[in-house]
């Protein structure tokens, strides 16, 4: 015996539940009146929001796991997930070494030169008075 669906929306399910299963679980002995059953239906989000979610949190320093992402973004995970993972976390420590090493000092030794002290002899000092010097004219 089939229901129409009503004038909110709800389907079979909703009439399933709150007429037929009532009887059901009345005839077991539950008290089941003034009750009827809820669900939640799940909420459609678009994939682009969920993407802009998903980078918000990552920027915020949350982990989110591999699994989480490839379920709700409905991706199948490739047969050799785990070389693959290890393939980039060993590129990542590579870059992260190179970033970190010293450069060569012209004798051949390591210097004291690190990129973050590159960078600094890049820019030039700001004179000494700063933007409070008085103008000479």
Do not use: C, W
Request: proline letters at 4%.
């Amino acid at each position: 015996m089939t229901r129409p669906f009503s004038e909110e929306g709800l389907g079979e399910e909703y009439f399933l539940l709150n007429y037929d299963m009532t009887g059901i679980f009345a005839s077991l002995g539950i008290d089941t009146a003034g009750g009827r059953f809820e669900y939640v239906e799940e909420k459609k989000v678009d994939k682009t929001e969920q993407i802009a979610v998903v980078e918000k949190l990552h920027n915020m320093g949350l982990p989110l796991s591999d699994d989480y992402l490839y379920r709700t973004f409905s991706v199948d995970k490739p047969e050799d997930y785990d070389a693959r993972k290890a393939e980039a976390e060993r590129r990542r420590t590579e870059a992260l070494e190179r970033l970190s090493n010293t450069v060569q000092s012209e004798d051949g030794g390591p210097s004291d030169r690190t990129l973050v002290n590159r960078l600094r002899g890049f820019f030039g000092l700001a004179p000494r008075g700063g933007a409070h010097r008085p103008l000479d004219f």
